[in-house]
């Protein structure tokens, strides 16, 4: 059996070694402590490959047969690099497929390296998981940021975050300031922004006793999610959709059921489902490895 490694790189570099779309081992992870969180955004691009290098290696114990390495980066990622990574800014324009395979072969490891979208390798994960490698998955991450990932990988760009919802001139919260963004309405970083005066729990909260505004903002941000579902079913097809990510705490199940059946009427679309998967490093590494060993095999 194959052996693959899948990486993700967020506040933290996760490595696992990943045999049969499962992990063998524990995770190997830097910084180990969770509250080093800018351990990695002060280093350079270099620095950050090689502390992907050292958790591959930690990951692979013994092992040098690896047959692919796999990584997840938050970012827009072609052709090995990347273009655009707004949590990660010294990675733009890194060709970090190349820079961490030649890093490997320096320590005795001779694999291809593949570098996909985080979202992306997360959906390949949770196929993975559910034993649903030959099916179409997509997954909304609610975060301070909207993600979206896809599996299987197709060429395309597929900033799902930043799928128009709203033709509101006034809606101008997203992250890359385009207007009427799904991020710019469900994104946390555009919820503070759009209420000065609460926190995103407190205006959900609000909303539960009665109070108008946060009421109206609830079911505005359970119908951007929902529309943008529905133009994904419009553009791709039913099929099954996960939602995840620290906010997934905000979704009343029901009523974004109930926005998206108004939004999906023709009768060869109604065979989507929507649910909630727990967000496990474990599930992104075994995505990104899983990723890897397809493109591996061509
Ligand atoms: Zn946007």
Redesign the pocket.
């Known amino acids: 059996m194959a052996k693959t490694v899948g990486v993700t790189l967020s506040e933290r570099v996760v490595a696992g070694l990943v045999v049969d779309h499962q992990l063998v081992g524990t995770l190997c992870s830097f910084p180990e402590a969770s509250d080093d969180e800018y351990a990695l955004v002060e280093l350079p691009a270099e620095g950050i490959v090689e502390t992907m290098a050292a958790q591959v290696l930690a990951a692979a114990g013994k092992a040098r047969d690896i047959a692919a390495v796999g990584v997840g980066v938050p970012g827009l990622v072609r052709n090995g690099a990347v273009e655009e990574a707004p949590n990660l800014p010294q990675l733009k324009g890194a060709r970090l497929a190349e820079m961490l395979a030649a890093a490997l072969r320096e320590a005795g490891i001779e694999a291809p390296v593949a570098i996909i979208n985080d979202a992306d390798g997360f959906a390949a994960g949770i196929a993975a998981s559910i034993g649903k490698l030959d099916s179409v998955i997509r997954v909304w991450t609610l975060g301070v940021g909207i993600g979206y990932g896809r599996y299987p990988l197709t060429e395309g760009v597929w900033e799902g ?2 799928t128009v919802v709203t033709l509101d001139d006034k809606e101008n919260y ?3 300031g ?1 207007r009427g ?1 799904l ?2 309405i469900m994104g946390h970083r555009a919820m503070r922004l759009r209420f000065l005066d609460l926190e995103p729990e407190e205006v959900f909260a609000a909303a539960k006793t009665g109070d108008a505004r946060c009421g109206e903002f609830k079911r505005l941000w359970h119908k951007a999610l929902a529309a943008a579902t529905a133009t994904s079913i419009h553009l791709r097809g039913p099929g099954r959709f996960f939602l995840a990510g620290f906010n997934v705490r905000f979704v009343d199940m029901p009523m974004l059921k109930d926005y998206l059946q108004q939004m999906v009427k023709m009768s060869p679309l109604q065979s989507y489902s929507i649910e909630i998967v727990t967000d496990a490093a474990e599930t992104r590494v075994i995505g990104a490895a899983v990723n890897a060993e397809k493109v591996a095999a061509g």
């Open positions: 975050g930043h997203c992250g890359c385009g963004h991020e710019g």
